[in-house]
C-alpha cells in the first residue's frame, strides 16, 4: 500500500510559478510509474504529466507542454511539477498517482494508488 502527500498549492497570479511536491511512503517508489492529474470543478480529473520509474521519459497533455515539467527524486521517494506561466484555465485541484505500467499511461484508472490533492488557484 502506497500513501501519498502532496504539497505546494496555493493562490498565485496569472504568469507565475508553483512546484508541487508529491511525498510517497509504503512502497517502492522506483518500481512505480508517477503521474500528476488535475481536477477543476464540475469537471472529469485528467492526465497532466507522467514520469517513467527510472524519470528518463516524461509525457505531457497539451495544454501544459512546454509550461509545466515533471521530475522524480527515488531517493527521496519524492515527485515533482514544476508548473510556470501558470494561466487562469490551470485553476484545479492536482493530484499525484502511482501506477504501474509506462509513462504513456495517461487514463485515471491506470493508477492504482492516489494522494489526497492539492488546490492551485490561478487568478487572473
Known amino acids: 500500500q502506497v500513501q501519498m502527500v502532496e504539497s505546494g498549492g496555493g493562490l498565485v497570479q496569472a504568469g507565475d510559478s508553483l512546484r508541487l511536491s508529491c511525498a510517497a511512503s509504503?512502497?517502492?517508489?522506483?518500481?512505480?510509474?508517477m503521474g500528476w492529474f488535475r481536477q477543476a470543478p464540475g469537471q472529469a480529473r485528467e492526465f497532466v504529466s507522467t514520469?517513467?520509474?527510472?524519470?528518463?521519459?516524461?509525457n505531457y497533455a497539451d495544454s501544459v507542454k512546454g509550461r509545466f515539467t515533471i521530475s522524480r527524486d527515488n531517493a527521496k521517494n519524492t515527485v515533482y511539477l514544476q508548473m510556470n506561466s501558470l494561466k487562469p484555465e490551470d485553476t484545479a485541484v492536482y493530484y499525484c498517482?502511482?501506477?504501474?505500467?509506462?509513462?504513456?499511461?495517461?487514463?485515471?484508472?491506470?493508477?492504482?494508488?492516489w494522494g489526497q490533492g492539492t488546490q492551485v488557484t490561478v487568478s487572473s
Open positions: 498517482a502511482a501506477g504501474s505500467g509506462t509513462a504513456y499511461r495517461t487514463k485515471v484508472v491506470d493508477y492504482r494508488y
Open positions: 509504503g512502497g517502492t517508489f522506483s518500481s512505480y510509474v
Open positions: 514520469i517513467s520509474r527510472s524519470g528518463s521519459t516524461t
